[in-house]
């Protein structure tokens, strides 16, 4: 069955500090793979998706993640966090025989301290 | 345009009675995708519909939930004789195809006293 692990439940950084969001998904197939932001109150939000082709995929907000199938890993990255970063990250996984079933991780919870 | 609507925003009602939930996707969006979000389950995928029809429903958690759609645009989600465990966010996502950026309303909050 599909799954999807982000092991860090609440991250706390400073503003100007880079970013690092874990993911690790299991699925027997290639994979479409998904992180999306959640501000209080907020629907969700696609940051950024991987299909297929290059395994680093740049979104929206200047975040990036790169896909590694060797490690089933899909982390997100910023260089340089701003305080409106502060929301909920969620990593996904969906079906690439079908229609985007998304699976979703737990979420990681991220602070911006100023 | 507009996105993906769905009402009321908020809605409280007593143990047992039933709701309906709403969701106007974005036009032109065939596909449409109901998800729950609660403090024990994370977030869940319900029902997904294709058109009118709903290929896959497995995500209903018990037989109190049904779900349809209407002109391949609005749908509804219902919850009869709802308990305690429904509190949630509900969320409706539509996609222009399968394959495409699912896009995300604001959810209802449903609260069971």
């Known amino acids: 069955a599909q799954s999807v692990t982000q092991p860090d439940i609440h991250i706390t950084v400073s503003e100007g500090a880079s970013l690092e969001l874990r993911c690790n998904y299991s699925?027997?197939?290639?994979?479409?793979l998904f992180w999306y932001v959640q501000s209080p109150g907020q629907g969700l939000q696609l940051l950024l998706k991987?299909?297929?082709?290059?395994?680093l995929v740049q979104g929206i907000k200047g975040f990036e993640a790169e896909f590694k199938r060797s490690q089933s890993s899909f982390n997100l990255r910023k260089p340089s966090v701003h305080w409106s970063d502060a929301a909920e990250y969620f990593c996904a996984v969906a079906s690439s025989g079908g229609y985007n079933k998304l699976i979703f991780g737990a979420g990681t919870r991220l602070a911006v301290h100023p | 345009g507009a996105g993906v609507s769905q009402s009321p925003s908020n809605k409280v009602t007593e143990k047992g009675k039933d709701v309906e939930l709403r969701c106007d996707p974005i036009s032109g969006h065939t596909a449409l995708y109901w998800y729950r979000q609660s403090l024990g389950q994370g977030l869940e995928f319900l029902i997904y519909f294709q058109g009118n029809s709903a290929p896959d429903k497995s995500g209903l958690p018990s037989d109190r939930f049904s779900a349809e759609r209407t002109g391949g645009s609005v749908s509804t989600l219902t919850i009869q004789r709802t308990q305690q465990e429904d509190s949630a966010v509900y969320l409706c996502a539509s996609s222009r195809r399968m394959t495409n950026e699912q896009f995300f309303g604001p959810g209802t909050r449903l609260t069971v006293l």
């Open positions: 991987y299909f297929s082709g290059d395994t």
């Open positions: 699925y027997g197939a290639t994979p479409y």
